[in-house]
């Protein structure tokens, strides 16, 4: 499975927001910059983010993006089905009908076997992601980033 660009950028532009200062946005002029991104399109991720209601917007000279919600309520399922959309990751075509030497050619009554294994990898892979928040990231980042590259980053942003 390969995930959108944008989703990487998404996650990382709501790492960004998670630590912003009450009343303040970012533009995604700011945060195309920063990371380093084409600014349109981590726009349409960030409109995106904006649909699922995990962020809001505003426009003006101060405008640009916050989160809409606390850190703790937002998941990285819920960042990601944002910018990829709800679907399973795989689609069960049902080819095994298509067996040459079956006697009987019914309807299945029952999902594939190989389906069912690879809906419950998508389901153990959505629940890891369902359990994992950005409060959760910020305590990591906390710990893998020294306080001053952390420091120099919110200050850059916050200067922009």
Request: charged fraction near 25%; aromatic fraction near 6%.
């Amino acid at each position: 499975m390969i995930l959108k660009n944008q989703v990487e950028w998404a996650l990382h532009c709501c790492a960004v927001l998670s630590a912003l200062p009450e009343g303040k946005y970012l533009s995604t002029k700011a945060l195309s910059e920063f990371h380093g991104v084409p600014k349109e399109y981590l726009s349409k991720a960030l409109q995106n983010l904006s649909q699922a209601h995990l962020v809001e917007g505003t426009l003006g000279p101060t405008g640009g993006y916050r989160l809409a919600q606390l850190p703790k309520n937002i998941t990285f399922l819920d960042i990601v089905e944002a910018v990829e959309g709800k679907k399973n990751t795989f689609k069960c075509s049902e080819i095994r009908g298509n067996n040459p030497c079956l006697t009987d050619k019914k309807i299945p009554d029952k999902p594939c076997a190989i389906a069912r294994v690879m809906w419950d990898a998508d389901e153990a892979w959505r629940e890891k992601l369902r359990s994992v928040t950005l409060e959760d990231l910020q305590a990591t980042l906390l710990v893998d980033i020294a306080p001053e590259d952390l420091q120099k980053g919110q200050d850059w942003l916050l200067s922009y």
